[in-house]
């Protein structure tokens, strides 16, 4: 009986501790999106930029200064972003330890890497002692990244893979909102605030170290590292029975194709039948950063002072836009199963180039080196941030990170992943490190740079993107056979002369 034919046995039902044990692993996402929310708003905050920015500062309060320029300063931006240069080369060597020590053990080394960053950050007294702990929670989310979405797609039901995978990206969603919100406080508590919203980073680091310390490690993991018997008993808590034998030899058979598969990585980027899975998950995480997310969540203070708007004012902004982003996240969950992956995918890029293009128009028409926006476009603008956020909350967020998880068969699934988290980090690291060049030499004109991408993007999605709702992940293969431009390179390999039947199906 082959896999696909099996998943129709599957038994088993959503048991409190599954959802339990998927809560506190998805806690890792909180770590990356506290980041990504905290990093904007510290350094937006004077008392930060006149201990390690002084130039920064200077440039901020000089009345002649262009407004799109005043951030534009190399270290500042390397504060930001060198934290995804050390997560890119760490999530490689997670890759390994995932592997071979488990998605467990690599959640523990996540945790404990970012409470070592967020205790150097926060107490820093000079640039380097600030960098290497930036260095070091780079580690943490590297590895956060890569043992995350696995543990929480092997330890899911079939049934509910989708919305609990979606789980690591509202986690991420509500750790930015957190970030937000703590700066909006500490901004007030001079003259240490700052060391209080990098500090706070320890707590969800403690919280996901300690889940690691007590959560199973999941069934694949168990088995493919030869623990059959404690596998099928962690197999059968989550499940919540005994009558697991379908799911459990699918496991042992994935696991047995994975550690025949001497080289993963060589397979996917040499076989021609794997090269729709390595494009998308090339494009996908890539695309992801590339609809200028990144920039407005990073930067959303220093973007908002940029344009005029007070200090408070541009951490409240920017605190709106987090819970606008963890309410589109929600839809998302509830959405993503009924409605689809293209669908959502689509109209989130339409609503998100038309946000692009009216923030333009507005900077284009009514800001620039000497005037600030006056309170009416102020609201317009923010409101247009706010509601691209929301599409691409409900959108690129989680399913930048959904698909390719979806599409990869287990013996590819932890390299697939490493392939999306190093892609996903190289291009956050990029965009990080020239947003506030490119913001000062493109001024306006970078809102229709970014929505540029988001309308090839979109296009991709249309022409080259199959749907995968409710494909079982054993059956994802048939997808590419069918897909008019896919079908070239997998119906080939696939498919082998058959003296009855004419073609036959190779799995």
């Given at each position: 009986?082959?896999?696909?034919?099996?998943?129709?046995?599957?038994?088993?039902?959503?048991?409190?501790?599954?959802?339990?044990?998927?809560?506190?692993?998805?806690?890792?996402?909180?770590?990356?999106?506290?980041?990504?929310?905290?990093?904007?708003?510290?350094?937006?905050?004077?008392?930060?930029?006149?201990?390690?920015?002084?130039?920064?500062?200077?440039?901020?309060?000089?009345?002649?200064?262009?407004?799109?320029?005043?951030?534009?300063?190399?270290?500042?931006?390397?504060?930001?972003?060198?934290?995804?240069?050390?997560?890119?080369?760490?999530?490689?060597?997670?890759?390994?330890?995932?592997?071979?020590?488990?998605?467990?053990?690599?959640?523990?080394?996540?945790?404990?890497?970012?409470?070592?960053?967020?205790?150097?950050?926060?107490?820093?007294?000079?640039?380097?002692?600030?960098?290497?702990?930036?260095?070091?929670?780079?580690?943490?989310?590297?590895?956060?990244?890569?043992?995350?979405?696995?543990?929480?797609?092997?330890?899911?039901?079939?049934?509910?893979?989708?919305?609990?995978?979606?789980?690591?990206?509202?986690?991420?969603?509500?750790?930015?909102?957190?970030?937000?919100?703590?700066?909006?406080?500490?901004?007030?508590?001079?003259?240490?605030?700052?060391?209080?919203?990098?500090?706070?980073?320890?707590?969800?680091?403690?919280?996901?170290?300690?889940?690691?310390?007590?959560?199973?490690?999941?069934?694949?993991?168990?088995?493919?590292?030869?623990?059959?018997?404690?596998?099928?008993?962690?197999?059968?808590?989550?499940?919540?029975?005994?009558?697991?034998?379908?799911?459990?030899?699918?496991?042992?058979?994935?696991?047995?194709?994975?550690?025949?598969?001497?080289?993963?990585?060589?397979?996917?980027?040499?076989?021609?039948?794997?090269?729709?899975?390595?494009?998308?998950?090339?494009?996908?995480?890539?695309?992801?950063?590339?609809?200028?997310?990144?920039?407005?969540?990073?930067?959303?203070?220093?973007?908002?002072?940029?344009?005029?708007?007070?200090?408070?004012?541009?951490?409240?902004?920017?605190?709106?836009?987090?819970?606008?982003?963890?309410?589109?996240?929600?839809?998302?969950?509830?959405?993503?199963?009924?409605?689809?992956?293209?669908?959502l995918l689509i109209s989130g890029g339409v609503v998100m180039i038309a946000c692009q293009v009216t923030t333009a128009i507005i900077l284009g028409l009514k800001f620039g080196d000497d005037k600030e926006l006056s309170k009416g476009y102020s609201i317009i603008v923010v409101a247009t941030i706010c509601?691209?956020?929301?599409?691409?909350?409900?959108?690129?967020?989680?399913?930048?990170?959904?698909?390719?998880?979806?599409?990869?068969?287990?013996?590819?699934?932890?390299?697939?992943?490493?392939?999306?988290?190093?892609?996903?980090?190289?291009?956050?690291?990029?965009?990080?490190?020239?947003?506030?060049?490119?913001?000062?030499?493109?001024?306006?004109?970078?809102?229709?740079?970014?929505?540029?991408?988001?309308?090839?993007?979109?296009?991709?999605?249309?022409?080259?993107?199959?749907?995968?709702?409710?494909?079982?992940?054993?059956?994802?293969?048939?997808?590419?056979?069918?897909?008019?431009?896919?079908?070239?390179?997998?119906?080939?390999?696939?498919?082998?002369?058959?003296?009855?039947?004419?073609?036959?199906?190779?799995?």
């Amino acid at each position: 009986m082959e896999a696909r034919e099996r998943t129709e046995l599957y038994q088993g039902k959503v048991t409190p501790y599954v959802v339990i044990t998927c809560i506190v692993g998805a806690i890792g996402g909180s770590l990356f999106g506290y980041d990504v929310g905290i990093s904007g708003g510290v350094t937006s905050m004077d008392e930060f930029l006149r201990k390690f920015f002084d130039t920064v500062y200077i440039n901020k309060n000089r009345a002649e200064e262009n407004n799109y320029c005043k951030y534009n300063n190399q270290g500042l931006s390397a504060f930001t972003s060198l934290l995804y240069l050390s997560g890119l080369a760490s999530s490689l060597v997670a890759s390994t330890i995932t592997k071979n020590s488990g998605r467990r053990t690599s959640i523990i080394c996540g945790g404990v890497s970012f409470l070592i960053g967020a205790a150097l950050t926060a107490l820093s007294i000079n640039l380097t002692m600030l960098l290497f702990g930036r260095i070091m929670l780079g580690v943490g989310i590297g590895f956060g990244n890569q043992a995350v979405p696995l543990y929480l797609s092997e330890m899911a039901p079939t049934h509910m893979r989708g919305g609990l995978n979606m789980l690591f990206q509202l986690f991420t969603t509500t750790g930015i909102l957190t970030a937000n919100l703590v700066n909006f406080g500490t901004n007030k508590i001079h003259p240490w605030g700052w060391r209080l919203s990098l500090g706070l980073a320890a707590v969800p680091a403690f919280l996901m170290t300690i889940g690691g310390i007590f959560l199973p490690d999941t069934p694949n993991s168990l088995i493919e590292r030869g623990f059959e018997s404690k596998g099928r008993k962690v197999l059968e808590k989550i499940r919540g029975t005994r009558n697991v034998d379908a799911e459990f030899e699918d496991i042992v058979e994935a696991s047995s194709a994975e550690n025949a598969s001497h080289s993963p990585f060589q397979e996917i980027l040499t076989r021609k039948r794997n090269r729709p899975l390595l494009v998308i998950a090339v494009l996908m995480p890539l695309f992801q950063i590339m609809t200028g997310i990144n920039s407005i969540l990073f930067y959303a203070p220093v973007l908002f002072q940029s344009m005029g708007f007070g200090g408070n004012a541009s951490l409240y902004s920017s605190a709106l836009t987090g819970a606008v982003l963890v309410l589109s996240t929600f839809f998302s969950m509830g959405a993503v199963d009924r409605l689809g992956r293209r669908v959502l995918l689509i109209s989130g890029g339409v609503v998100m180039i038309a946000c692009q293009v009216t923030t333009a128009i507005i900077l284009g028409l009514k800001f620039g080196d000497d005037k600030e926006l006056s309170k009416g476009y102020s609201i317009i603008v923010v409101a247009t941030i706010c509601l691209f956020v929301a599409a691409f909350g409900w959108s690129w967020g989680p399913l930048g990170w959904t698909v390719p998880s979806e599409i990869f068969p287990l013996k590819f699934r932890s390299a697939g992943q490493s392939i999306t988290v190093a892609v996903n980090l190289l291009f956050t690291f990029i965009i990080a490190q020239t947003f506030l060049s490119m913001l000062c030499a493109f001024k306006f004109g970078i809102f229709l740079f970014f929505s540029g991408w988001i309308a090839i993007m979109t296009a991709f999605v249309y022409f080259l993107l199959p749907e995968t709702k409710g494909v079982h992940l054993e059956e994802m293969v048939f997808l590419w056979q069918r897909h008019w431009f896919w079908k070239r390179m997998t119906l080939p390999e696939f498919q082998e002369p058959d003296a009855e039947n004419g073609a036959r199906e190779i799995i």
